[in-house]
């Protein structure tokens, strides 16, 4: 499977989630906000990068798993995913692997020119499912090329022999095209190779950054020119934080016109959650800038023992900010929508034998940026870090706005936001705390008093202000209209 043997299954529910009335009640108890107020201009007319939308995996027959769930609770899970109403995080995109070949299924093309389209069921059935609920890009990555084209015969390890690189390039153009022929799903972007650095005991294959720039240059793009593919080229997806294996293929002119999306991965070190600090996962990619190519987060997760819990979800959301909002990534993805593993690797824990399911509030952190930017939306320029502890980002689409504010410290902050160049008429708020999931604030509590300052105030001016409370350990989202 993945970086790992499977664990053993644990016994989830959303029941889990749950949490005694008397905490409640505590947590939302009346409290003076911080000292320092947080107070973020936001220039809407200074537009940033595009988004391209948020996204998690069904790889690895994960998809399958939910699949076969009883049709109530596997439509639940759906809509936690998918949907963009009720708690649904409306992930916009979803990341496949192509078919390369297990001991469930085929690849592919298992001998050359034998084709094989049966055996990748469970991610042809979560697309459909996903664009039911408004999932709009499909992108799809090669752990390896079919054995048959490597120099060790294996799908493991070895590298794509050179005389195979029009091989390999015809073989992802025609997954794009079947795709589209057979199951009627637009395929929105294609990469050659996932993590083309590590050693593993599962599908992978070994690039250099030279061997990437010839393959683009003298088979995927040409062919990619000739066949008219409708998919963007992918190229990176190294393990770690790095535009390294990229920079030979964009310092060549031809190359790197055939490149739509520089990506890489965030993973660090085992990956533990918080032990990796948020530094060794980020950093700006000059040469992707340089050239005008999309950033996109393709893969990262956890590994260590699972934590359903705020600061899990806060850490990722702070991931989620200094992506967006320093690196400029345009594309960003969790590793598996859906697993069983007890651990962090998943948006949302499956029991299949009990047939539960637990969504992590992860999750819902991630929703605060999936289901209020959608893809399209530029973000603009703000305040990013407005006062100790709190992360401000703002993404603008039309006449629209959506303002993601992160507040870190365990206290209230008091904020404002003073937007320019932008007149909304109406604001509204969502947020995600330790016992909230994407909850509109006009809506009142189950029980408990309310927390302080619940609902925005929109003051109208030559430059509008929304002006909050954000509550202690919290994600909310102002969407403005």
């Known amino acids: 499977m993945h970086r790992r043997d499977f664990c053993k299954v644990a016994s989830l529910g959303a029941a889990a989630l749950a949490l005694p009335a008397r905490l409640l009640r505590a947590q939302a108890a009346d409290g003076a906000p911080a000292a320092a107020p947080a107070r973020a201009r936001i220039e809407a007319a200074r537009a940033a990068q595009e988004i391209a939308g948020f996204g998690a995996s069904g790889a690895f027959h994960m998809a399958d798993l939910l699949q076969h769930f009883a049709d109530a609770e596997r439509a639940r899970v759906l809509d936690a995913l998918f949907a963009t109403s009720g708690n649904g995080a409306g992930l916009s995109m979803v990341r496949n692997i192509i078919p390369a070949g297990d001991r469930r299924a085929p690849g592919i093309e298992p001998a050359a020119g034998q084709w094989n389209w049966s055996g990748d069921a469970g991610q042809i059935w979560l697309m459909r499912e996903a664009a039911q609920r408004g999932c709009t890009r499909f992108v799809s990555t090669a752990w390896t090329p079919p054995a048959w084209m490597k120099s060790n015969a294996n799908i493991v390890g070895g590298r794509l022999r050179r005389e195979r690189y029009e091989d390999y390039a015809e073989y992802l153009a025609r997954y794009v095209f079947e795709y589209r022929a057979r199951h009627g799903l637009e395929i929105y972007a294609v990469s050659p190779q996932n993590e083309p650095d590590v050693t593993v005991q599962y599908a992978s294959c070994y690039w250099t950054g030279e061997e990437y720039r010839d393959f683009v240059k003298t088979a995927l793009g ?38 739509g999306i520089v990506a890489a991965h965030a993973y660090f070190g085992d990956n533990a959650v918080p032990a990796v600090r948020l530094t060794d996962r980020i950093g700006p990619f000059p040469a992707a800038r340089a050239a005008g190519k999309p950033i996109w987060q393709t893969e990262v997760s956890a590994f260590n023992g699972n934590d359903a819990g705020i600061a899990d979800a806060l850490y990722w959301a702070k991931l989620l900010h200094f992506h967006l909002a320093e690196d400029q990534v345009s594309g960003w993805f969790y590793w598996w929508l859906v697993s069983p593993r ?25 929703g605060q940026y999936s289901r209020f930017v959608r893809p399209g939306a530029h973000r603009v320029a703000a305040d990013a870090i407005p006062a100790p502890g709190v992360f401000v980002s703002a993404y603008r689409d039309g006449e629209a706005l959506a303002i993601v504010a992160i507040n870190d410290n365990a206290q209230p902050v008091a904020a404002e936001f003073t ?35 619940e609902a925005p105030v929109l003051r109208g001016g030559a430059a509008p202000v929304v002006a909050a409370t954000l509550a202690g350990q919290s994600i909310t989202t102002f969407t403005l209209r």
């Open 342 to 366: 007890d651990n962090r690797e998943a948006l949302v824990q499956l029991d299949p034998a009990s047939q539960t399911w637990m969504p992590n509030r992860r999750l819902f952190a991630l």
């Open 222 to 259: 040409p062919v990619w020119r000739r066949r008219r593919v409708p998919a963007q080229v992918i190229l990176g997806e190294p393990s770690t934080w790095t535009e390294a294996p990229v920079v030979p293929a964009l310092g060549d002119a031809e190359a790197r016109d055939a490149i």
């Open 419 to 453: 937007i320019a160049d932008l007149q909304p008429a109406a604001v509204a708020a969502y947020r995600t705390s330790a016992f909230e999931e994407l909850r509109p604030l006009a809506q009142p509590l189950p029980f408990g008093p309310p927390l302080r300052g």
